[in-house]
């Protein structure tokens, strides 16, 4: 059974806040308080800011189907494939574990992070780098959009460790 811990470290590629990439919704049902179906009611963003407690949303589209299941405290976000497999996990205020080695977490300084970085200013997310300055898969985080270089003090606001390649 998938279990919520707010301190737990994150591994790229693999999880996050206690939950695990790969796991299959089912697992998860044990915390929902309120479902939605996005054929009857299209997602926007009241829908998270107005949900007291854990919200799970079925959506729909051309590209396919899938879940997600929204937390209040701390702010979490778990996707789910068509198949009702976890591809990724999103966390933001309230989660308290380690990002990065050297204690990096949830309002940490971006200037902070001991890694080479690249901004996807498309996503305006920062995703960690390979020596050849391309992005390494798994991981990515948003702290205001700009080049570390020109705003080394923006915070850590929001993190996702992720695997699409689930089905």
């Known amino acids: ?3 919520l811990d707010i301190h737990a470290k994150a591994e790229i590629g693999k999880s996050l806040a206690g939950f695990t990439l790969g796991e299959k919704l089912q697992s998860f049902l044990h915390y929902v308080d309120e479902s939605v ?7 926007n963003v009241d829908l998270v800011n ?18 997600a299941i929204f937390f209040k405290n701390p702010t979490l976000e778990l996707s789910f494939s068509e198949q009702g497999t976890l591809i ?11 990002i990065f080695d050297g204690g990096i977490k949830i309002g940490s300084r971006i200037g902070d ?32 959009g700009e080049e570390v270089i020109d705003n080394p003090d923006a915070t850590i606001g929001v993190v996702r460790v992720y695997n699409y390649n689930f089905k």
């Open 1 to 3: 059974m998938a279990h």
């Open 37 to 43: 179906d996005g054929n009857k009611v299209h997602w």
């Open 50 to 67: 107005n949900n007291e407690g854990v919200l799970l949303y079925k959506w729909g589209s051309s590209y396919g189907n899938g879940y």
């Open 88 to 98: 990724f996990i999103e966390v933001g205020e309230g989660y308290q574990g380690e």
């Open 113 to 144: 992070i001991d890694h080479a970085l690249v901004l996807d200013d498309t996503e305006d997310a920062h995703y960690l780098a390979d020596d050849k300055g391309q992005f390494i898969d798994g991981i990515f985080f948003l702290a205001g």
